[in-house]
């Protein structure tokens, strides 16, 4: 059996071989905590995790680096953020207070900390690397140096594409990194290093002077300050994003890394490390593939700097871990998908509950069971998972009406299938969990179903005798069919018995156009609009007695 991970992974394996055999197979990613992380930025990590954990099930040593961006400039001052924080424009993000209210120490903490939650919850093992760290403890100090002194090589090869046509960004994001954030051609000549003031904190520097035998480095800030450092010691400053990248990819010794199609683009920041890391640090370019952007059902591609966007975080919420993993494990990197946060969520789960019967009855076919094993757990572990899978469409219906009283959840719920009832709640999470909070956080308050508290008797009283004897039959066999496949049978055959038909005719359009004049009725009696959950399930929800009063009886 194979799949797109599969294939990545045997092209992973080969190419750790050749480069260096028997060592720690090196895959990374890496995020920049400036904003909300969003699902386009998870599967930044989801394509690498989904490889390496690939790795280590073969039985293979591999390691998944995720590089916590956190040393990059804070940009711009996000919308609904306070416009004074614009005096830290220019500041690394560990160094930004955090949003007001956040109980974080740091801008860049108040948004990896969610992301670090989230990704525990899909199962991602990685070794999480700060590039603050990394960078204010000097483990980048000879990398540093080093391109320092290969300045006009580097300047050299990025003169190549300065000619050429730029790639046109999107937004402000995408800009800053087709251009790598703090671009440093000086007056005095190309640096590739950016240091941070000491005064004001912000990278608003220009480097006037660098002397490559004794380390020292000149600049001055737009603040008025200016001082002269030496860099064999100096731990307060960056490379710029297009040296940075491929000096990681040595120092890591990356073998696979995907890349976003913003960062692949010609003379994007992938394509011109791919000539730096060989010719300036020695390494090689990792392998691996652009993948494309992940949005929201009825949302384009989103941006982590306009806020508001939904994160790992927000998708965990609503719906379970193995099924977010699937999204991202059933589609190759070049495929585009969208997130459900609408109604599709429904269908997304009745195809996922699909597939697994498929599984469990041997019938699914071997890519579609490669991505459940990978959606269900990893290398290590299983993910948690619902005991009993009763319909997310169902548990949002229930959840609906009983607003999530478990009391009357549990009625519900052990009504559906009298041989074999639910006694717990506990079987049936996280799955209600999720439907609870999908319906309480998603669903339109006019789209709530709000039961009516006592009967139309001015609708009821005006009836047409074919009405009245539609709701005599369903009344007749409710306790006989009090189930959820009895109800579904019950209420679908009541226009049959009218109409003179056995339970197994097949339907016809006059027939279609009965059961939907009997199901608004219902509807309009039970909570006084046209529409609502599936039947069967609002009469097992509202319940036997309170049925029989709203109808008449």
């Given at each position: ?285 990792p392998i691996g593939p652009r993948y494309a952007f992940v949005g929201i059902s009825g949302m ?203 339970a197994d005719a097949q339907a016809t359009p006059e027939l279609k156009a009965a059961q939907r ?37």
């Amino acid at each position: 059996m194979t799949d797109w991970v599969s294939q990545l992974a045997d092209d992973v394996i080969a190419e750790s071989e050749r480069r260096a055999p028997g060592k720690t197979i090196v895959c990374a990613s890496g995020l920049s905590p400036s904003g909300p992380i969003h699902l386009g930025n998870l599967r930044e990590v989801m394509t690498p995790h989904l490889v390496a954990d690939e790795i280590r099930r073969r039985g293979l040593e591999c390691v998944h680096l995720l590089s916590w961006d956190d040393y990059d400039r804070f940009r711009k001052v996000p919308a609904g953020i306070d416009p004074s924080w614009a005096e830290h424009i220019g500041k690394p993000l560990t160094s930004v207070p955090a949003p007001p209210g956040s109980a974080y120490p740091n801008w860049a903490e108040h948004f990896k900390t969610p992301m670090i939650s989230a990704l525990a919850r899909l199962g991602v093992t990685y070794r999480g690397i700060s590039q603050t760290k990394q960078y204010t403890s000097g483990v980048y100090r000879e990398q540093i140096l080093h391109a320092m002194r290969e300045r006009d090589r580097i300047d050299a090869v990025l003169s190549r594409y300065r000619t050429k046509a730029k790639p046109k960004a999107k937004d402000a994001d995408e800009a800053a990194a087709l251009e790598g954030s703090g671009a440093a051609e000086e007056e005095a000549g190309y640096y590739p290093y950016k240091p941070y003031c000491a005064l004001c904190g912000r990278d608003l520097t220009t480097v006037t002077g660098y002397d490559d035998e004794t380390t020292e480095l000149a600049y001055t800030c737009e603040c008025g300050y200016g001082e002269t450092v030496r860099l064999a010691t100096h731990d307060r400053g960056k490379l710029v994003w297009k040296v940075d990248w491929p000096m990681r990819w040595a120092y890591e010794g990356v073998v696979f890394e995907p890349s976003g199609v913003d960062h692949t683009s010609p003379g994007s920041s992938f394509e011109v490390g791919g000539h730096l890391v060989g010719e300036i640090f020695g390494g090689a370019q990792p392998i691996g593939p652009r993948y494309a952007f992940v949005g929201i059902s009825g949302m384009a591609k989103m941006s982590s700097s306009k806020g508001g966007v939904p994160t790992a975080a927000d998708a965990l919420e609503i719906m379970e871990a193995p099924l977010l993993r699937w999204m991202y494990a059933r589609r190759k990197p070049a495929q585009s998908f969208k997130v459900a946060f609408d109604q599709e969520i429904q269908r997304l789960y009745d195809e996922w509950d699909a597939l697994e019967r498929k599984v469990a009855d041997g019938q699914a076919l071997p890519a579609d069971r490669l991505a459940h094993a990978r959606a269900v757990g990893t290398a290590e572990q299983p993910l948690e998972a619902t005991e009993r899978r009763v319909p997310y469409r169902m548990l949002a219906s229930i959840a609906d009406v009983t607003t999530g009283d478990e009391e009357q959840t549990l009625r519900i719920l052990r009504e559906l299938d009298p041989a074999e009832p639910i006694k717990d709640l506990a079987l049936v999470r996280p799955r209600l969990d999720r439907a609870q909070r999908w319906v309480s956080t998603q669903v339109a308050t006019e789209q709530r179903t709000t039961v009516r508290s006592e009967p139309d008797e001015e609708l009821l009283a005006g009836l047409e005798e074919g009405q009245r004897e539609s709701l005599r039959l369903l009344l007749e066999g409710l306790d006989e069919h009090w189930s959820l496949d009895g109800l579904t049978d019950l209420v679908y055959g009541v226009p049959k018995r009218q109409a003179g038909l056995a339970a197994d005719a097949q339907a016809t359009p006059e027939l279609k156009a009965a059961q939907r004049e009997f199901f608004v009725l219902l509807y309009t009696l039970l909570v006084g609009r046209d529409t609502g959950p599936r039947l069967p399930t609002l009469l097992l929800a509202v319940g036997a007695d309170r049925v029989r009063k709203l109808l008449g009886a």
